[in-house]
DNA sequence: CTGAAAGCGCTAACAA
DNA sequence: TTGTTAGCGCTTTCAG
């Protein structure tokens, strides 16, 4: 059995008390003992027990972090940023994946009354009305990330604004014929590929031109099914000249088919994606960068600034959507002229 | 405030004990007093304290898992493993990632002491005697994944043999000029990449094929850096014929290049990487699969068996390996005649 | 500056 | 079958 605080105190001839203040850095506490308890401390090899102190301050030191499954390179990205920026704190991290609607309800339900996180951090996975309210009530803070409500603080971004931006991009360089790929609207555990979607379709309206609905596919999300969608679009009697795929992911998809059929990029076909995860800059992908990595950075923050003193008021974090134009853009498409 | 296990015990005019086998499913309970206990549970909203609970029962209910950065596919897929493994059980899972060598050996020297974690599972990082032995005394289970040591159980699968797989089948194929892309030995954290190396060499001498050196190159993990180690390789008087990545992140770098060059896989260069990654299913990458998600499982089997009963004997669990032929090797290289 | 004592919320041994 | 009690190892009053 490990020693004890007791052990300690017995070693070295002092009370609990002062050890537990010389644990705690507690200033009161005379130059001359301190050393003494830190010896025997040292001399005994006494880690003080975690779980004790936990239950008896109440404070756990454990940031819950819940997420989609580990599938998606963006989730991994924030999730990289959150571990890397709780790392540097004394807090540690506790990871709920998510595969199923139901184990999302399970652990909304049963984490913030559960006493076992000091606060919560959800990725992905925006919150029912009823589910925000329990979160409110449960008196532990909880930070959204890529999710939004008006009752939780948030780390987001302007998904319309993004789907703009990278429509515009296309228009800019002289396309007509813009195709949007997304993720199916009704079973997305999320509505920000439903925002992308607004965005491009205000950017086509901006710019006159047609709103074709065969440009507008929608089907799941992932690479291999991309390649799929891909294919029905350039199978189109007029198929697009470029493409603004809903997710990088995506986008490397469109690549891998537009690869296999041998047309050129961006020559006969322009492609942007949305994300910005590693993968997209070995693609040579241009695409919408959202600073995946930087959102788990700030959402930490946000959460621990929760913590030291709880807010009066909701906080919002809106982070800046970045282009980052690289080879599946830029020159202008043949069919162009 | 919560309810505790006494607001309980009072509304229902019992004691708490029988609050307490009630929670526990203590069959020794009348089924009225059973229903009654339940009810009042139910009207208080209670959830039993998890740290009290761990406090007094000395189980943490918790699994620490130490990885290092969440940057690479590899760790990401064991990890997702580990998790959904996990997430059908009663443990937690407590994330450590590592950056550095020191970030590892802090958490090797406290964490097993800390009374944090039941069990501990140690992803691609091998301990040193000191600290196995530190693992050992302190009485916490630990399973390593992807790494091995005597005195620890561990899932591992055979480096050597998986060299030797990769080399041999690029030989059978025909090749006589095979080149072997790996990490640098000496900055590794791992010894993997110096074992695949060592099965290559045994292939290629068992085939009386000479070794070149010049046809053994080791540089930083990783798709960029391996884009230039390819270039180099095929800047050779006789460039080799195919190449055989220590991992399928190099594997892609290396068709990275060779596509950006011009060169025709499998026609002019076969490649071969080795791990398994989704990636090398989407770029076609001939591979040695070593059954990633599934050293999660079965890691966290072997340490649940060990929670259960202490084994007396020190498991030690070797993954099949699979070569899964795709579009990068299998046609003879041109050069071949 | 220091020691003693009262919890934190639970489990488990012991009585009844 | 049940209630009572003694911890689990620590922090934090409260005296001194």
Chains 1, 2 share one sequence.
Request: hydrophobic share 35%; proline share 6%; net charge neutral.
């Amino acid at each position: 059995m490990s020693p004890t605080i007791r052990d300690v105190a017995r070693e070295a001839r002092v009370g609990i008390g002062t050890v537990s203040r010389v644990l705690n850095n507690s200033p009161q506490v005379s130059d001359k003992t301190r050393k003494l308890v830190l010896a025997v401390i040292e001399e005994l090899d006494f880690t003080p027990n975690p779980i004790a102190r936990r239950l008896s301050t109440g404070k756990t030191l454990t940031i819950g972090v819940i997420l989609p499954n580990l599938t998606r390179s963006s989730y991994i990205e924030r999730l990289r940023g959150v571990q890397e920026t709780l790392a540097l704190t004394k807090y540690h991290l506790v990871l709920f994946s998510v595969g199923t609607i139901s184990d999302r309800d399970d652990y909304f339900r049963t984490l913030p009354s559960s006493s076992m996180v000091d606060g919560l951090l959800i990725i992905s996975l925006p919150p029912t009305d009823k589910q925000a309210k329990r979160f409110k009530e449960s008196g532990v803070p909880v930070v959204l990330v890529d999710a939004d409500h008006p009752d939780l603080c948030s780390v987001t971004i302007d998904d319309i604004e993004g789907g703009k931006l990278a429509t515009q991009y296309l228009v800019n360089q002289g396309h007509k014929k813009i195709s949007y790929m997304g993720d199916i609207l009704e079973t997305a555990f999320h509505p920000s590929t439903r925002y992308r979607h607004q965005g491009y379709l205000q950017a086509i309206r901006e710019n006159g031109l047609p709103e074709q609905p065969e440009y507008q596919i929608f089907g799941d999300s992932g690479r291999l099914n991309a390649r799929k969608m891909a294919d029905s679009l350039f199978s189109l009697k007029e198929p697009p000249t470029a493409i603004f795929a809903s997710s990088d992911a995506q986008g490397i998809g469109i690549l891998d088919k537009a690869n296999e059929l041998g047309l050129k990029v961006p020559e006969d076909l322009a492609v942007i994606g949305f994300d910005g995860i590693l993968e997209a800059d070995y693609a040579n992908l241009t695409t919408i960068d959202q600073n995946l990595y930087q959102s788990g950075v700030e959402s930490v923050q946000m959460l621990l600034a929760c913590l030291e003193n709880p807010p009066a008021t909701i906080n919002k974090k809106i982070l800046p959507l970045e282009l980052i134009a690289r080879k599946t853009t830029g020159v202008s498409p043949k069919s162009l002229g």
